[in-house]
T-cell receptor
Framework: AQSVTQLDSHVSVSEGTPVLLRCNYSSSYSPSLFWYVQHPNKGLQLLLK??????LVKGINGFEAEFKKSETSFHLTKPSAHMSDAAEYFC????????????FGGGTRLMVKP | NAGVTQTPKFQVLKTGQSMTLQCAQD?????MYWYRQDPGMGLRLIYY???????DKGEVPNGYNVSRLNKREFSLRLESAAPSQTSVYFCASMWEVSGNTIYFGEGSWLTVV
């Protein structure tokens, strides 16, 4: 079985300050991990993905995430928040052992204050 | 290259009516999925299809049926709609070759009154 826990349902930061969205996963086999962003009333856009290559993954819009196997974590970070980053973020795990099933975290809503 | 296409984008149904959500992908992916998204609950898997001709239940299959018509198309049917099925529905497909990259449709907003 596999699972994903996003540790914060809401995160609020000021514009220009760092962003940290936390994700822990559980998977019996080597997983693929993803972060998706969803702006209000929109579909899901891929930010970045980890697929057993480099553990530090760079994505779009200045986001990056680090895969830490020992901590079973895949936290999403950005050095400086922008107002346009306000959205909901989903951490997703997939493994071939689970029949390529996708398991979503519950989501973290990021609010950015001016 | 359209990716994953869902129709309709918006639909209002009366309780007890039936409808089918259509999904098609033009990327030759084997795996396809239907999710529903409800406020505060993330995305929950309704049904998935690992390959043409196969379908399996996900986390919340009750009240739904699916059909994998061919490799491109994966439809979701509500036989007798209920207000609890008011949700946003997302179809997705997966490219297993390169790290299970997932592609989503733009969503279908369904309201059952």
């Amino acid at each position: 079985a596999q699972s994903v826990t996003q540790l914060d349902s809401h995160v609020s930061v000021s514009e220009g300050t760092p962003v940290l969205l936390r994700c822990n996963y559980s998977s019996s086999y080597s997983p693929s991990l993803f972060w998706y962003v969803q702006h209000p009333n929109k579909g899901l856009q891929l930010l970045l993905k980890y697929t057993s290559a480099a553990t530090l993954v760079k994505g779009i819009n200045g986001f990056e995430a680090e895969f830490k196997k020992s901590e079973t974590s895949f936290h999403l970070t950005k050095p400086s928040a922008h107002m346009s980053d306000a959205a909901e973020y989903f951490c997703v795990v997939s493994s071939n052992n689970a029949g390529n099933m996708l398991t979503f975290g519950g989501g973290t809503r990021l609010m950015v204050k001016p | 290259n359209a990716g994953v296409t869902q129709t309709p984008k918006f639909q209002v149904l009366k309780t007890g009516q039936s409808m089918t959500l259509q999904c098609a992908q033009d990327m030759n992916h084997n795996s396809m999925y239907w999710y529903r998204q409800d406020p505060g609950m993330g995305l929950r898997l309704i049904y998935y299809s690992a390959s043409e001709g196969t379908t399996d239940k996900g986390e919340v299959p009750n009240g739904y049926n699916v059909s994998r018509l061919n490799k491109r198309e994966f439809s979701l049917r509500l036989e007798s709609a209920a207000p609890s099925q008011t949700s946003v529905y997302f179809c997705a497909s997966m490219w297993e070759v390169s790290g299970n990259t997932i592609y989503f449709g733009e969503g279908s907003w369904l309201t059952v009154v």
